[in-house]
């Protein structure tokens, strides 16, 4: 079973270093260390269709430290964005070109520099914040607050019944793309209870048996996208037309099809990076919760 995507960067993070200003300035300054080739905050590919990196040494900016490759540092740069998390659509189709490790160190930078840009103030007292900690953390001069990256945990889930599952579509997607149903986690909740207040409120349905499957970072701005099968007690829907436009209930072999690109398929499947794809691929093959590696 392949791993879900935006996972499998492989860098070393090194929170060892993230505190030695003066070992990260070592860093900063080595003939090897690399920085990330961004357009505000979308990948640039070199001619092979992977990252592009530049050399470091002398670049302008406040960099984020990704980690180490081999030993080598890498970087990002901080992008200054008042409009962050509007370009997830547009990066789609450079995402389906790259590689997974590729796609997971990009995902890793895009969303540190979407916190960045939510947490330029504080929200202790309303004062600037600064970096530090090299790109993973933020402080407040004014009241010594200390800010850190963080993540939103959303849960995303088939319901299973009869041997075919929920799907469902926003009408912000593309025509005739369905997928699993998701939701966040909301403040005193587990994921199993998450899972079923979600099919509840969006389809009308009680399930039972919730099982978790696989996770995923979402780097739209930074969500950890947690994937879980849970069994329908009946097929009856009432949909929240607030959330979706439209839902049904598919065969495995329609699931099958749709996977395989089949343009007699009664819908389009998830992109192959979003985690919604590994749900399917894993429920079509019957052990939806193998390893992951």
Do not use: K
Not at 158 to 174: D, F, K, M
Not at 255 to 264: N, Q, S
């Amino acid at each position: 079973m392949s791993a879900p995507g935006f996972t499998g960067a492989g860098l070393d993070r090194a929170d060892h270093l993230r505190l030695d200003a003066g070992r990260i300035a070592e860093l900063i300054a080595v003939g090897d260390a690399r920085l990330l080739c961004l357009a505000e905050l979308d990948p640039v590919l070199d001619e092979e269709g992977r990252l592009a990196w530049s050399p470091l040494a002398g670049a302008q900016g406040e960099h984020l430290f990704l980690g180490l490759d081999e030993g080598r540092p890498l970087f990002a740069p901080l992008v200054s964005d008042a409009r962050p998390g509007q370009r997830a659509w547009s990066v789609f189709r450079l995402l389906s070109l790259m590689s997974p490790r590729d796609a997971a160190i990009w995902g890793a930078a895009r969303s540190l520099n979407e916190w960045h840009n939510r947490h330029r103030f504080c929200g202790s007292c309303g004062g600037q914040t600064a970096m530090f900690r090299a790109g993973w953390g933020r402080n407040c001069p004014a009241c010594a607050a200390e800010h850190f990256p963080r993540v939103d945990p959303v849960v995303i889930m088939l319901a299973e019944h009869n041997g075919r599952v929920l799907l469902g579509r926003q009408p912000l997607y593309p025509a005739g793309r369905f997928s699993a149903l998701a939701g966040f986690v909301e403040p005193g909740e587990s994921i199993e209870e998450a899972v079923a207040r979600e099919l509840m409120e969006e389809a009308g349905i009680e399930v039972r048996d919730v099982r978790y499957v696989a996770s995923q970072p979402w780097p739209f701005p930074g969500s950890l996208m947690i994937a879980c099968l849970a069994t329908a007690q009946s097929d009856a829907l009432t949909l929240d037309e607030t959330e979706l436009e439209a839902a049904f209930w598919a065969t495995r072999a329609e699931v099958e099809a749709a996977l395989a690109g089949d343009p007699a398929a009664p819908f389009l499947a998830p992109p192959a990076f979003a985690i919604a794809n590994t749900l399917l691929t894993r429920w079509v093959a019957g052990h939806p919760q193998g390893e992951l590696r």
